[in-house]
């Protein structure tokens, strides 16, 4: 079942020259930069309330997100939200023929497990569902 939001991912060139906008305007603070090897991003989060907003940065040009910048430019990236069973959220998505990135999770920031839904199968929103590591700990 999904819980929450989680976060929102925006995707920009460099976090460095973004962060400015999040920090100086909106006045919300870096709570950590991280670096994710699964996705090739560095990952800024910024809390607001109880959702993130993740600030993702390619580290390589082989990284989904660069790939993503180069055809559509910065912007809006995907919604994540918190579930206590990915796992089974997979396999009911499988069931009705969702197109999935990941079939299984692969680790993410923060110590989470995710998974990518394909655009394609949510209207052209990239939908990530994530949970931490340790279940019990929800
Ligand atoms: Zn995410």
């Known amino acids: 079942m999904l819980k929450k939001i989680d976060h929102l991912g925006i995707a920009v ?4 020259k973004a962060r400015a906008f999040y920090e100086d305007v909106l006045g919300l603070q870096c709570d950590r930069i991280e670096e994710v090897p699964s996705q090739q991003v560095r990952v800024a989060f910024f809390k607001v ?3 993130s907003l993740e600030l993702l940065e390619p580290t390589g040009p082989e990284s989904p997100v660069a790939k993503f910048l180069e055809k559509q430019g910065e912007g809006m990236h995907h919604v994540g939200y918190l579930t206590d069973d990915i796992q089974e959220t997979l396999n009911r998505a499988q069931q009705k023929e969702c197109r999935l990135i990941h079939k299984t999770p692969v680790p993410g920031a923060g110590e989470k497990q995710i998974a990518f839904f394909h655009p394609a ?7 990530e569902i994530c949970a931490k590591q340790d279940a019990e700990n929800l």
């Open 121 to 127: 199968s949510t209207n052209g929103v990239l939908t």
């Open 49 to 51: 309330g109880e959702v």
């Open 13 to 16: 060139h460099s976090i460095e």
